[in-house]
C-alpha cells in the first residue's frame, strides 16, 4: 500500500515551453501533497504544499506563478513548469500524506528529470 | 525554526561493516524523526520512523532511536550489504499547529557506499 507514482519520469523540453508533471496516490486519498526539488547531490527542498480544493502554500523564494500547482481530487495533484528555462533543470519530487495507513508519514514518488534546452 | 544535520559523507565501508550515519535535529515542538533512504536513480524510500523520545525505529537491519535529551536520531546497522548503497536522508516532521504542520525538514544527505 501507501504507492505514489509521477508521470512523466523524464521530459525534454525547449526553454520558453511548459510542462506538467503529474502526482497520484495509487491506492490512498490524499489530502495533502508536497511537491519538492532536489539538485544534484543536494537534499530536497520542499516547494509548495498542495491542498485539495484549495490554492497550494508556496515556501518563501518560489514563484508561484511559475510552478502552477492544481489539486483538483484526492489522488491527484499536477505541477506545471510555465515558460522554463534551462535553470528550472532539476528533479522533482512528489510526496503525499495517508492518514489512514501511516498518520504523519509522507509517500514519496519516483521523481520526475526535467531538462530544459 | 526547524533544522536537521547529518553527518557528512560520502561514507565507504566494506560489506558487513557496521554503520553509524550521525543526525541531530533542532525543532521547537515535538517532531516526528525519519529515514528515508534513495536508491540511485529513485525517489525516496520510507525507511523507519520514531514518533516521540524513546522510541526504537527499526527496519531492514537498520535501527535509530529518539533520543530527546541530546537531539539525536542516528542511524545504525551492524553489517551493511553491496545493496545498501544509497543515499541516506534523516528528517522531522513538525507535528506543531498552523501551516507548517507535517512538512518535512531534510538533512543533507550521506551517500553510502558499500564495497564487497
Known amino acids: 500500500g501507501a504507492v505514489v507514482s509521477q508521470h512523466p519520469s523524464r521530459v525534454i523540453c525547449k526553454s520558453g515551453t511548459s510542462v506538467k508533471i503529474e502526482c497520484r496516490s495509487l491506492?490512498?486519498?490524499?489530502?495533502?501533497m508536497f511537491w519538492y526539488r532536489q539538485f544534484p547531490k543536494q537534499s530536497l527542498m520542499l516547494m509548495a504544499t498542495?491542498?485539495?480544493?484549495?490554492?497550494?502554500?508556496?515556501e518563501q523564494g518560489v514563484e508561484k506563478d511559475k510552478f502552477l500547482i492544481n489539486h483538483a481530487s484526492l489522488t491527484l495533484s499536477t505541477l506545471t513548469v510555465t515558460s522554463a528555462h534551462p535553470e528550472d533543470s532539476s528533479f522533482y519530487i512528489c510526496?503525499?500524506?495517508?492518514?489512514?495507513?501511516?498518520?504523519?508519514?509522507?509517500?514519496f514518488g519516483p521523481g520526475t528529470r526535467l531538462t530544459v534546452l | 525554526g526547524d533544522s536537521v544535520t547529518q553527518m557528512e559523507g560520502p561514507v565507504t565501508l566494506s560489506e558487513e561493516a557496521f554503520l553509524t550515519i550521525n543526525c541531530t535535529y533542532t525543532?521547537?515542538?515535538?517532531?516526528?524523526l525519519f529515514w528515508y533512504v534513495q536508491y540511485p536513480g529513485e525517489g525516496l524510500q520510507l525507511l523507519l520512523k520514531?514518533?516521540?523520545?524513546?522510541d526504537k525505529g527499526s527496519n531492514k537491519g537498520f535501527e535509530a532511536t529518539y533520543r530527546k535529551e541530546t537531539t539525536s536520531f542516528h542511524l545504525e546497522k551492524g553489517s551493511v550489504q553491496v545493496s545498501d548503497s544509497a543515499v541516506y536522508f534523516c528528517?522531522?516532521?513538525?507535528?506543531?499547529?498552523?501551516?507548517?504542520?507535517?512538512?518535512?525538514?531534510f538533512g543533507q544527505g550521506t551517500i553510502l557506499t558499500v564495497h564487497p
Open positions: 510526496s503525499a500524506r495517508d492518514w489512514g495507513w501511516v498518520p504523519d508519514t509522507q509517500y
Open positions: 491506492d490512498f486519498q490524499a489530502t495533502t
Open positions: 498542495s491542498n485539495e480544493g484549495s490554492k497550494a502554500t508556496y
Open positions: 525543532a521547537t515542538g515535538y517532531p516526528s
Open positions: 520514531a514518533t516521540k523520545a524513546d
Open positions: 528528517a522531522l516532521s513538525d507535528r506543531g499547529g498552523g501551516t507548517s504542520y507535517g512538512k518535512l525538514t
